[in-house]
C-alpha cells in the first residue's frame, strides 16, 4: 500500500483566513505533508486564480465550505468546479447558501461531488464571542463522511479563563481525542451505511490581542500542520508530485477518502505513517472502508500494526472489544457488524481508523 499525509479544512485570504495559498503550501511542505485541502467559505475563487496545483512540492486541492442561511451546517465539499445553489449574505455579512442542507448535500453527490459533515457536535459553552456552528440536518443520507475530529473546535470547547492563557501559547497540547458525541454517532451510522471519517484542522491562523497589548497569531499554518492529519492509502502509487496528472491523482485520493480508506492520527503524537489495519479472508486482503461478505464457518482476522508502541483498541459496533499494549493485534471478526481502531498514547488519542464491515451469512 501506498500512503499519503494530507491536512484537510483550510481557509486562507479568499475566506476569513489570514495565509496565501503559497505561504499556507509552503507551510505545509516544511512540515512533510503530501497534500492539503482548502476549504475557503462559499467560493471557490481560489481554483478559478489557478491554485488548484503542486505549489512548493505539496498538492494543493480546492474545495469550498458552504453553511444554510443561518449560517449552520458546514459541509466541507469537493471534487466539483462550481458552487451549488445560489448565495445571499447573511446579517452578519458572510453568505449562507439558499438551499436547504439537505438538498446541499444531496445535490453535491448527485454531481459527483465528495462532500462531509465539518465540525459536527460543536459547542461553545465557555467562550464568548464565538458562535458554535453544529450540524442539525441528521436526516440526511448524501454525506459521504464526518470531520469526525476538529482542532479549532476542541481547543474552543475546552478553553476556560485559566487555561485560556496555555491554550493560546500551546496550541497542541491541549487536543486530546475526537469528540465521544461525534464518534458515537458516526458508529451508529456506520452500522447502516458506509460512512467516512476524517480528521480536520479547520486552520484560519486568526490574529488576537491578547490580554489587550500582545499580539497573538492564533495556530500558524506551520503549527497546525503538526496536529490533526488524514492518512489516504492506495493501492497503487500516486505520483503526487508530478503536476501533468493532477487531476487523476485528485481523482485517487477523493476517491481513497469517499471509500474510507484513509485514517485519522493527532501528528503530536508521533508520525502515524505506517499504520495498517486490514482484514484476511481467504486469500483477500480487506481494506478500512471495505465489506466483507463471508460464507458460513469462515473468519476473517483482523489485523492492526502501528509504528510506534501505544495502547490499541479495537471498537466493534461503537464499543470497546479488546486492548493491547504494543504495535500490533489481531482479532476474530466472529460476529457481523463494523469494526475500527483507536490507538492512545498516555491516554490521549493518536490514531483513529476507518471501519471494517463484516457480513457473516448475509447479514
Ligand atoms: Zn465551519
Ligand atoms: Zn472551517
Request: with cysteine; charged share 25%.
Amino acid at each position: 500500500m501506498y500512503e499519503y499525509s494530507g491536512s484537510i479544512h483550510i481557509h486562507s485570504t479568499y475566506s476569513d483566513g489570514t495565509g496565501k495559498i503559497e505561504d499556507i503550501a509552503r507551510a505545509a511542505s516544511e512540515t512533510g505533508l503530501d497534500f492539503i485541502m482548502m476549504t475557503d467559505h462559499n467560493t471557490l475563487k481560489p481554483k478559478e486564480d489557478g491554485y488548484e496545483k503542486i505549489i512548493n512540492g505539496v498538492m494543493v486541492i480546492i474545495g469550498y465550505e458552504v453553511n444554510d442561511m443561518n449560517n449552520k451546517n458546514h459541509y466541507l465539499v469537493f471534487g466539483l468546479n462550481e458552487l451549488i445553489g445560489t448565495y445571499q449574505v447573511l446579517d452578519n455579512g458572510e453568505l449562507g447558501c439558499k438551499l436547504h442542507a439537505k438538498d446541499y448535500v444531496r445535490q453535491i453527490s448527485e454531481k459527483g461531488g465528495v462532500g462531509f459533515i465539518a465540525h459536527p457536535d460543536e459547542e461553545r459553552r465557555i467562550t464568548r464571542g464565538h458562535i458554535a456552528y453544529p450540524w442539525l440536518q441528521w436526516d440526511s443520507n448524501d454525506f459521504h463522511g464526518i470531520e469526525i475530529w476538529n482542532h479549532m473546535s476542541e481547543w474552543i470547547e475546552g478553553m476556560n479563563e485559566s487555561n485560556q492563557m496555555q491554550r493560546f501559547l500551546h496550541p497542541l497540547k491541549s487536543i486530546i481525542s475526537p469528540n465521544i458525541k461525534t464518534l458515537t454517532r458516526w458508529d451508529v451510522i456506520a452500522q447502516q451505511r458506509h460512512v467516512t471519517g476524517i480528521g480536520g484542522v479547520d486552520a484560519h491562523a486568526f490574529k488576537q490581542t491578547l490580554m489587550g497589548f500582545f499580539d497573538v497569531e492564533i495556530f500558524p499554518y506551520k503549527v497546525l500542520f503538526k496536529s490533526i492529519r488524514t492518512h489516504i492509502l492506495s493501492d497503487t502509487e500516486i505520483r503526487i508530485r508530478k503536476q501533468d496528472n493532477f487531476e487523476k491523482n485528485k481523482s485517487s485520493i477523493l476517491g481513497a477518502l469517499k471509500a474510507g480508506r484513509c485514517f485519522t492520527a493527532n501528528y503530536y503524537h508521533g508520525d502515524a505513517r505506517g499504520f495498517r489495519f486490514f482484514a484476511d479472508y481467504g486469500s483477500e486482503v480487506y481494506n478500512m472502508g471495505d465489506t466483507i461478505e463471508c460464507k458460513p464457518g469462515e473468519i476473517p482476522i483482523l489485523r492492526i500494526f502501528v509504528p510506534q508502541s501505544c495502547d490499541i483498541r479495537i471498537i466493534y459496533n461503537g464499543t470497546k472489544i479488546t486492548s493491547q499494549l504494543g504495535m500490533h493485534l489481531t482479532l476474530d471478526a466472529k460476529k457481523s457488524g463494523v469494526y475500527r481502531v483507536e490507538c492512545w498514547k498516555n491516554n490521549k488519542g493518536w490514531i483513529f481508523s476507518n471501519h471494517i464491515r463484516v457480513n457473516i451469512n448475509g447479514k
